[in-house]
């Protein structure tokens, strides 16, 4: 989920995410408090993030020219997913930096520990479901390849956390970023948490729902 993964790793590929991590923590440590960056930061990776998810696993989208661009499925997605990882890191980083570049805009939070104690309880219950979910229905599915391929990998997953959320990654699975803003009291990171989360499900019920339906539900249907 922080855009690297270990079973598909290759030096470019870590090269890449170490570079990305070298960037945010030049972020915190040099320009810890730049909102005016934060929020350029934050806009290009919505925006990237966003619009590269988007045009490539629309129907008719972009993965099919990473398929001929490098010669078959396989090294497409990989291609695909390495973008994509890097995507992934700097959606993260760019919503957390937002938050800790701005404190105290929207309240000071006391050092009340029974008030820190809920925040870090809301923080481990979304990033457990989060990642509970991501175990349940694959890193492949995570990274959308089942869309990229334009075909089911797997079955329809009804366990875990999707026996009771019909999507705990996009709802419940966002409860780190609000956390995250509310510990540092930020304003700017909880709006910059509600507009992913927003984008995020515009993409699911605009694009990845369609999939869905056409791709495994109706196979069910038709099974039942």
């Not at 855009?3 to 810890?32: E, H």
């Amino acid at each position: 989920m922080a855009g690297y993964v270990p079973k598909n790793a290759t030096i470019p590929r870590t090269g890449i995410i170490a570079a990305s991590l070298v960037f945010s923590i030049y972020l915190t440590r040099f320009q810890p408090f730049n909102s005016a960056l934060a929020i350029i930061y934050f806009m290009f990776s919505e925006i990237f993030y966003l619009g590269f998810i988007s045009t490539v696993l629309l129907e008719n989208g972009l993965r099919h020219w990473f398929i001929r661009k490098w010669g078959d499925e396989n090294r497409g997605y990989r291609a695909y997913e390495t973008v994509l990882g890097f995507l992934f890191f700097h959606n993260g980083a760019s919503i957390g930096y937002i938050a800790s570049s701005t404190p105290d805009t929207l309240f000071h939070v006391p050092d009340n520990y029974p008030i820190l104690i809920l925040i870090a309880l809301i923080f481990i219950a979304g990033f457990t479901i989060k990642v509970w979910a991501a175990k349940v229905v694959t890193i492949d599915i995570y990274y959308w390849k089942d869309m990229f391929l334009g075909r089911k990998i797997c079955e329809f997953v009804v366990t875990g956390p999707y026996k009771y959320l019909s999507n705990p990654m996009y709802g419940v699975g966002q409860l780190p970023a609000y956390a995250t803003a509310i510990w540092c009291g930020s304003k700017y990171g909880l709006l910059a948490a509600f507009i992913n989360q927003f984008l995020i499900f515009t993409f699911y019920f605009i694009i990845e729902k369609k999939f869905i339906n056409r791709t495994y539900l109706a196979e069910r249907l038709n099974k039942d």
